[in-house]
């Protein structure tokens, strides 16, 4: 599969702009599981192969367990994730699959018991992130592990 479009190339202060607003998403107080559990999620649900490759290497490096990215697509009934883990993927998915009526209030006090506002607004940047470079990534059609070397993920062993 050959790349079709470099965003990088060809809105240089654009894709600047949004990695410049992920890494400051990675400074925040999300927890750094939460956000690789919601990144391979949405990364899922979106069909994103490249970044779906990515996030999976970049958990493995960071000790997730193979098992719990294996059980994503069944988090719900799942006994590997916590309720707050389990709140956040809820919130991912809504977020993802936006429907013509949002998040109801029942998701967003659910969100409220595990979350402080600023945590809940982080987790929301990181989805709007996530949901944003899956986008990016689906119309260029990069090849999976085309930057593996580049980003030390080759370390994750996983070929």
């Known amino acids: 599969m050959t790349t079709r479009i470099n965003h990088f190339q060809a809105a240089p202060a654009l894709a ?3 990695s410049e ?12 599981t939460i956000r690789n559990l919601i990144e391979i999620r949405v990364s899922q649900l979106n069909g994103c192969a490249f970044c779906l490759d990515m996030h999976v290497k970049q958990a493995k490096l960071k000790d997730e367990r193979e098992l719990r990215i294996h059980h994503l697509p069944i988090w719900r009934e799942s006994p590997l994730f916590s309720a707050k883990e389990k709140a ?3 919130l991912a998915e809504a977020l993802t699959r ?7 209030d029942e998701l ?7 979350f402080s ?9 990181a989805i709007a992130l996530i949901n944003t ?16 070397a580049a980003q030390g993920l080759d370390r994750a062993n996983l070929h």
């Open 117 to 125: 506002e600023t945590e809940l607004s982080e987790l929301t940047f």
């Open 108 to 114: 967003y006090r659910a969100m409220q018991e595990h």
């Open 21 to 32: 607003a992920s890494i400051a998403s990675h400074k925040s107080s999300l927890d750094p």
């Open 133 to 148: 470079w899956n986008r990016l990534q689906i119309l260029s059609r990069m090849t999976p592990g085309a930057l593996d």
């Open 16 to 18: 600047k702009a949004l």
């Open 88 to 90: 956040a993927l809820a």
């Open 98 to 104: 936006i429907s013509e009526h949002g998040v109801g």
